[in-house]
């Protein structure tokens, strides 16, 4: 009866504790988004912070997505109220003046917040080397699924969503894709110049 | 089919009282990461200017404000914990709200909004979860558990009856 007895309770509490100890292991605020491997919602946004050198655009330009076709774009959403937007602004101001004159297009897009905070925060961290528009009412964000601020989307030379980055980036991150992503785009381009008809090879399997 | 109701309306009673203590929590937590803690001041202005597209009329129009307040309840703020876009002082709630309101207005049914907010959040934007596919266990474990407890009861209840019985009334053989 006492070997019953254990032999139900060992039943009943394995499982559960499993079951928590599997929770456990898993990060509440992680929470998958169905974007990867979708066109990437479209949007036509208005810069507010120049960038600088060879890839600055004026203030007031549009930014539209669609005009970026055929290039790997990284949106890096932030904000001035934002603490882990200081930890990887650097980081990202650096590498997009590394992948200057790439097939690679840096922008930030500002999420809640209002464009002159946004230019007294790039000054006071001494600049940015991409430009950065404006989204209001934060349409744009909502149309990314945007959870909070820094996220970090890669879309690919045909437009998709590659990759979505929650928090701030490292390195590793983003020479990862970008060099993965522009590798696909450079790859697609070779074979659309020698086959035309070659549209069963995705980009996305060169991975 | 009333009693999944009840149980959902037990649910929903449960989670209201929930979302009410995670409401005076995120009201007390100093630093949410998404809650901009300085408001932009002239966000006022930015919003009208978004707002754009919805008429006088739209605004004022109660029966597209139900309808806005039926969606938004559904839907979960992003930067809270458990709360509805409607029950949600966030700023993006606010937005989100904006826009179930406007795509309301636009002539889309309230399905097709939450459509719009799944395709860009997944089902983990719904606050209460579908019931199909692997969801239903979420609505059925608690009926099984309840029957199968009552089961148990009935069972252990006669078996313990039927041992008094035969053993006539002595010390159960277990001690």
């Excluded at chain 2, 239903?136 to 089961?151: K, N, R, W």
Aim: charged fraction near 20%; hydrophobic fraction near 40%; include cysteine.
């Amino acid at each position: 009866m006492n070997w019953k007895r254990s032999g139900i309770a060992v039943a009943t509490l394995v499982p559960v504790i499993g079951l928590f100890a599997w929770g456990l292991t898993r990060d509440p605020n992680n929470i998958p988004s169905p974007l990867p491997g979708r066109e990437a919602p479209s949007f036509a946004l208005s810069v507010f912070a120049p960038g600088q050198g060879e890839l600055q655009r004026p203030v007031g330009d549009t930014m539209r997505l669609a005009d970026l076709k055929g290039k790997v774009v990284v949106l890096n959403f932030w904000a001035s109220w934002c603490l882990a937007c200081r930890d990887e602004h650097a980081l990202l101001s650096m590498l997009a003046q590394e992948y200057a004159g790439k097939n690679v297009q840096f922008m930030g897009v500002l999420y809640n917040d209002v464009p002159d905070k946004g230019r007294a925060w790039i000054s006071e961290m001494g600049g940015q080397s991409y430009p950065s528009v404006d989204d209001p009412g934060a349409r744009v964000a909502i149309d990314y699924g945007l959870y909070g601020v820094p996220e970090t989307f890669f879309l690919d030379v045909n437009g998709r969503v590659a990759y979505k980055h929650t928090g701030p980036v490292t390195p590793n991150v983003v020479h990862q894709k970008l060099d993965s992503l522009m590798a696909a785009g450079a790859l697609q381009g070779a074979l659309e110049v020698t086959k035309p008809a070659a549209k069963d090879i995705k980009p996305a399997e060169a991975r | 089919m009333t009693g999944m109701r009840g149980f959902r309306g037990a649910a929903r009673a449960v989670l209201a009282a929930l979302s009410l203590v995670a409401a005076t929590a995120v009201a007390q937590a100093p630093d949410l990461p998404a809650a901009p803690k300085s408001a932009p001041q002239d966000s006022g202005a930015l919003r009208v200017k978004v707002q754009g597209t919805l008429t006088d009329a739209q605004k004022n129009d109660p029966k597209l404000e139900d309808k806005t307040k039926t969606v938004a309840s559904e839907l979960r703020c992003p930067v809270c914990q458990g709360l509805s876009i409607q029950d949600s002082p966030s700023e993006l709630s606010q937005q989100m709200r904006t826009v179930v309101k406007e795509q309301l207005a636009s002539g889309k049914s309230e399905q097709e909004v939450k459509d719009y907010f799944i395709s860009k959040y997944g089902e983990w934007i719904l606050l209460e979860p579908q019931p199909h596919g692997f969801n239903l266990f979420i609505y059925a474990l608690p009926a099984a558990l309840i029957l199968g407890g009552a089961g148990l009861i009935v069972l252990l209840v006669r078996r313990w009856t039927t041992a008094g019985v035969t053993a006539g009334a002595g010390p159960d053989d277990n001690e």
